[in-house]
Structure formats: C-alpha cells, structure tokens
C-alpha cells in the first residue's frame, strides 16, 4: 500500500487543519491505522490511532479534546482533524498503516507502511 499525506500547511494558533492520508495500492480497510509527528532534532511521536472499522480510535494525551482521527474506507482515507492548534502542534506529520493490529498503537514499530509526511506550522 501507498500512503500520501496531505493538508497541512501555515496556520495561526487557534485555528484548524484537516490533514487526509490516502491510500493507494490496496483497500485502506485492511490495515490499521494512525499519525504520528516529528519535529526537527525529536522522536517520531504518536497523535492517534484507529482501529480497521473506526471503532476503536485513541489519541495521545496532549492532543486529546483537540484533534479527532476518523476514516472512511470507502475513499480509503484517514483524516485527522486538527483544533485549537498550538504552536507546539508545529511539526511534519505523518499517517502509518499496520496490517496487524498494534499491541501498542503509539508504537512506531508496530506500523508496516508509512507516508511521506506533511509540514504542520502554528504561528503564534
């Protein structure tokens, strides 16, 4: 499966982005998936995760009341909806999929695919 991450871009604190992942090559229904982000000189860190179905999501800690992750497969999309942006929310983000469900959904290991990322900046 291929992977393309799109949406992101230059936004004032406070605001909001919708980044969408799109899969090509196979159905996006077989995989779990998630995002992560990384900025510069840091570790690839987890934002969410959702499960084959959408019936499971989670999301990390700093992100929570904040960001939504949902998918429709029939597209073969993920999308992360972005609010209340910081400027700490600035990095490359990135959708993975994992064809076995993750023990550990914030464990990059555990992810099979990857997309190429898509820049995120919140001015303040």
């Known amino acids: 499966v291929q992977l393309q991450a799109s949406g992101g871009g230059l936004v004032q604190a406070g605001g909001s982005l919708r980044l969408s992942c799109a899969a090509s090559?196979?159905?996006?229904?077989?995989?779990?998936m998630g995002w992560f982000r990384q900025d510069p000189g840091k570790e690839r860190e987890f934002v969410a995760a959702?499960?084959?179905?959408?019936?499971?999501?989670d999301r990390a800690g700093s992100v929570k009341g904040r960001f939504t992750i949902s998918r429709d497969n029939a597209k073969n999309t993920v999308y992360l909806q972005m609010n209340s942006l910081k400027p700490e929310d600035t990095a490359v983000y990135y959708c993975?999929?994992?064809?076995?469900?993750?023990?550990?959904?914030?464990?990059?290991?555990?992810?099979?695919?990857w997309g190429q990322g898509t820049q995120v900046t919140v001015s303040s």
């Open positions: 993975a999929a994992a064809e076995v469900p993750p023990t550990v959904v914030a464990e990059r290991l555990e992810y099979d695919y």
């Open positions: 090559g196979r159905s996006l229904s077989s995989y779990d």
């Open positions: 959702i499960s084959k179905w959408g019936t499971k999501t």
